[in-house]
């Protein structure tokens, strides 16, 4: 696992330095960089008073040169620029807090593997004033610096550019440019520096389907991809794995597969979706279709909306990785060992679809408890959430005519005698004639609604034998 490690490092670092490159993102023609608060002044001479400061880290347009400038990142020989500000067209001395690449105010943490110097300015000919040992940093942000004679597009640009880090020390604010580097995005508030050749490769990353086998080869699955704060970010899953996260060895090596495969390097964060201890729906099965392999799992537990309640649903289709199994038991079943009427724990997918019922993945099924012979449906008083022994009255609604109001102990309780025993499954299609009759049942201050043709809260029900007595005694009330 060391040398996966290890390899990952060298391919990272040469992606990185070659991406640095192939953008050039050395050059800023006609423009700088300022590092430090740094005065300006309105003649080249520092004699007389600066005519203001300009803060730190900002880019300020070159209109002329003066002095012997010399054509480098960091020149020592002193010379004047002179550049737009808002105080006017003013002059700046040139140093080694004055350079012509572009500073990015990124917020990430980088690991670096040896023993790196510390830096008052990056530059290759600066001192350094320390020395960190191997550990994670957080980057106040960052730089890339290509020496001269690199040209773009050429196989030799890797040995020619440089990652710097402005991070915070013991010794205060200092730059390192470590030689192997691995960059963290995983945090939600981490903000990269997107150059235009890590910009191509994002966007190549984000329309690219090349890397459907490298993720079979990972026994991974894509779970969401986006962009944020400039980083791409990849959530995966493990497949037959669903409670393991990819180890940093893992996670390193899969990023520059993927940067090998697309050609360049970019900012990427991957992190993993796994199930958590607590199941996501805890319902009973009322409908299976083995042909979509799915069930529809019904809690009628939890309900939700006011005036219109219903119980939390979710049409849950089982992958190939699917993990089936009884409660508290490690032997694998299959899709063929669920029943209707069985009580299940599911682990859901990461999203829905908005519809009712929902429509998700389950990743892992837990069988709670059997439906006992004969009772495979859901009882009528579940379905509808209510004592069918206590009703006080009935409002019938027939399909043509008014409203009859029940209010008969002996018809009471003749209706309820009839509905009490009535178990449902779940239909696979909804009722082609909706207007047949139906019935809002008061007990004190609740009430529910019975429809003769059986859709409860959206949810379409098979007709049996004891709802069509009822039907037929409800007709004899006309």
């Known amino acids: 696992m060391l040398g996966v490690f290890i390899a990952a490092l060298t391919i990272y670092t040469l992606y990185t330095s070659e991406a640095l490159a192939s953008g050039r993102w050395n050059e800023q023609p006609g423009k700088l960089t ?8 309105d003649e080249q001479s520092t004699d007389s008073k600066p005519a203001g400061v300009i803060s730190a880290f900002q880019s300020l347009q070159v209109i002329e040169t003066g002095g012997s400038e010399r054509d480098t990142t960091n020149p020592s020989d002193e010379f004047w620029y002179l550049v737009k500000t808002w105080y006017g067209d003013k002059w700046l001395r040139s140093g080694p807090a004055v350079i012509k690449v572009k500073y990015y105010p990124v917020h990430l943490e980088v690991t670096f593997m040896g023993m790196e110097g510390l830096y008052d300015f990056p ?13 994670t940093v957080t980057t106040l942000g960052q730089l890339f610096i290509c020496n001269e004679g690199v040209t773009e597009g050429t196989q030799s640009e890797s040995d020619h550019c440089r990652s710097w ?9 200092k730059w390192i440019a470590p030689t ?11 903000a990269a520096a997107l150059t235009p050749s890590a910009a191509f490769y994002q966007e190549k990353f984000r329309s690219s389907r090349e890397l ?5 080869r990972f026994s991974i699955e894509p779970v969401s991809m986006h962009t944020e704060n400039n980083v791409a970010k990849l959530e995966v899953r493990r497949l037959y794995q669903h409670r393991e996260k990819l180890n940093d060895e893992e996670v390193e090596a899969l990023k520059n597969a993927v940067f090998q495969s697309l050609g360049g390097y970019f900012p990427l964060s991957i992190t993993t979706f796994t199930l958590s201890d607590k199941a996501d729906l805890v319902g009973k099965i009322i409908s299976i279709d083995n042909t979509g392999k799915r069930a529809l799992v019904v809690n009628y537990n939890k309900w939700s ?3 219109h309640p219903t119980p939390e649903a979710y049409w849950i289709r089982l992958p190939d990785d699917s993990n089936i199994h009884r409660y508290g038991q490690e032997l694998q079943l299959s899709m063929e060992d669920l029943r209707i009427g069985q009580t299940v724990e599911v682990w859901k997918a990461k999203f829905t679809l908005l519809s009712y019922p929902g429509q998700t993945i389950a990743y892992e099924i837990a069988i709670v408890e059997d439906a006992k012979p ?7 008083s579940i379905i509808l959430d209510l004592d069918l022994t206590r009703i006080d009255k009935i409002e019938l609604k027939l399909k043509e005519g008014k409203p009859i109001m029940i209010q008969d102990p002996q018809i009471i309780q003749a209706i309820f005698k009839r509905m009490q025993h009535i178990r449902l499954q ?3 299609q909804y009722p082609v004639e909706y207007d047949t009759y139906t019935m809002s049942l008061y007990q004190a201050d609740r009430k529910a609604i019975y429809s003769g043709n059986l859709v409860f809260q959206q949810l379409p029900y098979r007709p049996t034998s004891l709802t069509i007595d009822l039907d037929e005694f409800i007709k004899k009330l006309k």
Not at 182 to 189: A, G, K, L, S, V
């Open 180 to 190: 192997k580097a691995i960059e963290h995005y995983e945090n939600q508030y981490s």
């Open 123 to 135: 530059a290759d000919d600066e001192s350094n004033v320390g020395q960190l040992s191997p550990q």
């Open 426 to 428: 779940a239909a696979d």
């Open 34 to 41: 300022l590092l430090v608060d740094t005065p300006v002044y």
């Open 165 to 173: 880090y402005r991070i915070l020390t013991y010794l205060g604010e």
């Open 305 to 307: 909306g006011k005036e």
């Open 212 to 216: 459907e086998p490298l993720f079979s």
């Open 374 to 380: 004969g009772e495979e449906g859901i009882p009528l």
